[in-house]
């Protein structure tokens, strides 16, 4: 099928054309620089860049795949979890071309999306697989017995989430909005075992599956003023490449272990913190002497996309799986075990 998919859950604004496994479009705008200088995304900022972007953003998308929109076969749109204005818009657009087609609508999890993602690249996902994701507002380690229907959660952060915390360290650093990218490039020319962080929730009697991103946060910001206070410069690959480590370690750490503990030797990351190169190069190598199959997407595709919310479409409708109801909402904190709604 020609799948039409719409994801608005932040502040990307991402419409993707997928046809079965195969991705034809990826269109994405991005109200990104009008946050920045509030550390964070606004959401009602970001909802307006939505309305502005969409309609460009479905055409760039059907030219790019050189289809007309009357080929589309299903549309599938994030309802949730995310910003609920924001969410409204990619809605109300999803709606809208369905109905003018007449064709079924899907709305689905945006967190089953980042997992989704990886058959664009690497084919259908082996069942069960685990998933870790990890992004801005999530972290989480999912069993994944069938991506259509079955989706649990072994464990999340008790706190920040990893890409959050990303994002509040390279502030502390005085790097810009969003953190992943430059603390990923900062790292590179530093040592990460400058500095001892600490590990969260990695004790013996800590919950083996959740993780907490918080203590570490506050830990390099204490570090890092500590050593302004003391009039000495801040040594920012360090700290970066050190931070970095902590978090790629407790991750893909609890990854293999989970793996081990429910006998699945299958493994995707999703998320945008999965764009990160030493958490992928970290979980490569510990999932290799595991004898742990890993499956990364590209790092552009780990980032919210359209494309993402298409190729989950396209697994809904090869699944058969019910559309949704016309009058479909947003639900800005949809459980991840809730695929579609
Ligand atoms: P969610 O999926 O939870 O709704 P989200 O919509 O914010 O989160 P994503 O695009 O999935 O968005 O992830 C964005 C997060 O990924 C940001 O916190 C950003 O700092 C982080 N990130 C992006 N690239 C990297 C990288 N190379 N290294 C680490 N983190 C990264
Ligand atoms: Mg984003
Ligand atoms: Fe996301």
Redesign the pocket.
Known sequence: PLVLGFET??D?TGVGVVRGQTLLADALATSMAEHERFGGVVPEIASRAHLEAMVPTVHRALAEAGVRASDVDAVAVTAG??LTGALLVGLAAAKAYALALDKPLYGVN??AA?VAVDELQHGRLAEPSLALLV????SSLLLVPDLAREVTSLGRTIDD?A??A??KVARVLGMPF????P??RAARDGDASAIDFPRGLTGPRDAPYDFSFSGLKTAVARWVEARRRAGEPVPVADVAASFQEAVADVLTAKAVRACRDSGVDHLVLG???A???RLRALAEERCAAAGIVLRVPS?RL???NGAMVAALGSRLVAAGVAPSAPDLGADSSLPIDVVTR
Not at 135 to 138: D, I, L, Q, V, W
Not at 178 to 181: A, E, K, L, N
């Open positions: 859950s932040c990307e979890p995310g945006h967190l980042h992004s801005g507002g999530h989430a890409g959050e990303f994002d969003p953190g992943g990218p603390i990923d998320g945008g913190v764009a990160n190169s790092p780990c980032t919210d």
